[in-house]
């Protein structure tokens, strides 16, 4: 399982890299490999509120329909749309080209509650 | 879990294993789905379909019951040919759907007829046939567990197949079988398939399959699971029974009625008297998205942030790895049916505008 350490995870397993005041989101290699094929990714709208925890983007597999959930409450401030029409970049890199949204973090405490790699990597092996 | 004697094979190729109607299958290689499907529409993928029930019909009145049992008719078929068929229940539905072969003397598979089913059906097709069975002079045996079962599907399998064997896989027509040798095991090449490529389904000693496997795999052939399985039938428009077809169903109203010959059959009076308020449609999806079985299809919305009325349930739908459009296949209300019009699907709460097509859906 590759888990970068300089990246935050949610049990809910989504990654989130923190630059400023601007979080990157995307999904895990394990979700990716858990999930097979993604064939079809609706993301937020640019400019949405969300909160932490919420459900605000979805990614479909051959096999599943997932959400995908805000690791912290903030504004979409930018989607990345090339997913739109190659939703397997998912698969083939989901920790660069594969990133799904970017939030103005507005809730920061919420970062405490985020994961490291190796904590996330227990959950993730407990299934 | 019942485990098929190409278990091992599968996860040296890297298999993820599912449970599938108490089988333990390969749902895909290391690959995925989507190469997987390609290799198959491209050159040649190589399936393993033993968990599938195989059930033996003999004796001096095995066609006259056949005939009787199944909704297809068994007395078109000379020796050395199979035809899709169906079982009908009483009421106006369907126990499964089949694959009839006439065997001949030189196979080795059991004379006179074997019955191909559904692994999940494969009880209940036995119990079935077994029961109607009293009534001819026909014995019905369920010889699954006697062989193993591998499809090679795709333009490419014929030319494969044919630098492993010397048989005249290449000579072979649609739904004829033909007895051979593959590396020295007894098998039966039928040209049959679910994929809608041209393809090879090969009967064997369940002992022998690992040999044929990794035989066929090294000449190119790639490892298909059942994901790929099934994104293939779907885009060549085949019906899966459990989703398109039901023991409440009626075939008459599918692009499948013409397997329902006219003669007498058990439950003929359901099947033959009952009008179709729905029929079995596909369904190209004209938005982004994936339908999904379960999924409502409505009428097209008066005006916007409408709904259309309900008309009809998705009963499987994917992303055609081809095309990549969202396509599905639905039971929805006759008057919809006609290919060109258009209806929506209703995908987590939104009306994804869709139009009725008949498939193949590339």
């Known amino acids: ?127 | 879990m019942k485990r098929t004697s190409l278990f091992d094979q599968h996860l040296a190729a890297g298999a993820r294993m599912v449970a599938f109607a108490g089988w333990e299958m390969p749902i895909q290689y290391a690959s995925g789905i989507h190469q997987e499907h390609l290799a198959v529409r491209e050159s040649a993928g190589l399936f393993d379909v033993s968990h599938m029930g195989e059930i033996e019909v003999t004796g001096p009145g095995a066609l006259s019951f056949l005939r009787f049992a199944t909704l297809n008719d068994p007395a078109l078929l000379g020796p050395g040919r199979g035809q899709y068929s169906m079982l009908p229940n009483d009421r106006g539905g369907l126990i499964d759907d089949l694959y009839v072969y006439h065997t001949t003397p030189e196979d080795f598979l059991p004379d006179d007829y074997l019955v191909v089913c559904n692994a999940s059906n494969r009880e209940a097709v036995a119990s079935h046939l077994t029961r109607l069975a009293r009534d001819f002079d026909a014995d019905v045996r369920d010889v699954s567990d006697d062989f193993g079962l591998l499809a090679l599907q795709g333009p490419g399998a014929a030319l494969l197949l044919g630098r492993v064997t010397d048989a005249d896989v290449g000579g072979l027509k649609k739904n004829r079988t033909l007895a051979g040798t593959l590396l020295g095991c007894e098998v039966t090449f039928a040209r049959t398939g679910y994929t809608g490529e041209d393809g090879f389904e090969i009967f064997c000693h369940p002992e022998d399959a690992p040999a044929l496997w990794r035989t066929l795999t090294a000449a190119g052939a790639v490892p298909c699971g059942l994901g790929a399985r099934d994104t293939l039938r779907l885009e060549a428009g085949f019906p899966l029974f459990g989703h398109e077809l039901t023991p409440e169903t009626n075939p008459r109203c599918t692009d499948f009625a013409w397997v329902v010959k006219d003669k007498p059959f058990y439950g003929r009076e359901a099947i033959w008297s009952r009008t179709c308020t729905r029929q079995l449609v596909g369904l190209r999806l004209l938005q982004r998205g994936v339908a999904r079985q379960g999924y409502r299809v409505l009428a097209p919305a008066a005006g916007e942030d409408e709904l259309g009325d309900k008309i009809g349930e998705v009963t499987s739908g994917t992303i055609s790895p081809l095309t990549r459009d969202g396509i599905a296949m639905a039971w929805i209300r006759k008057a919809y049916s006609e290919p060109g019009t258009e209806v929506a699907v209703e995908v987590r709460a939104q009306p994804l505008s869709a139009v009725v097509v008949k498939p193949p859906f590339y």
């Open chain 1, 1 to 127: 399982m590759n888990l970068p350490e300089a990246l935050l995870y949610s049990p809910s397993h989504e990654w989130s890299k923190l630059d400023g005041d601007i979080l990157t989101v995307g999904i895990t290699d394990f979700a990716q490999d858990q999930l097979g094929d993604v064939v079809f990714v609706e993301l937020p709208t640019v400019g949405t509120q969300v909160s932490a925890r919420s459900a605000v983007a979805v990614v479909e597999s051959v096999k599943t329909a997932s959400d995908i959930y805000a690791p912290v409450s903030g504004e979409v401030t930018e989607v990345n749309s090339a997913l739109t029409d190659a939703p397997e970049t998912l698969n083939s890199d989901p920790y660069e080209e594969g990133w799904m949204f970017k939030l103005r973090v507005s809730g920061a405490s919420e970062l405490d509650k985020l994961l490291s790699a190796a904590d996330y990597q227990k959950i993730a092996e407990a299934g």
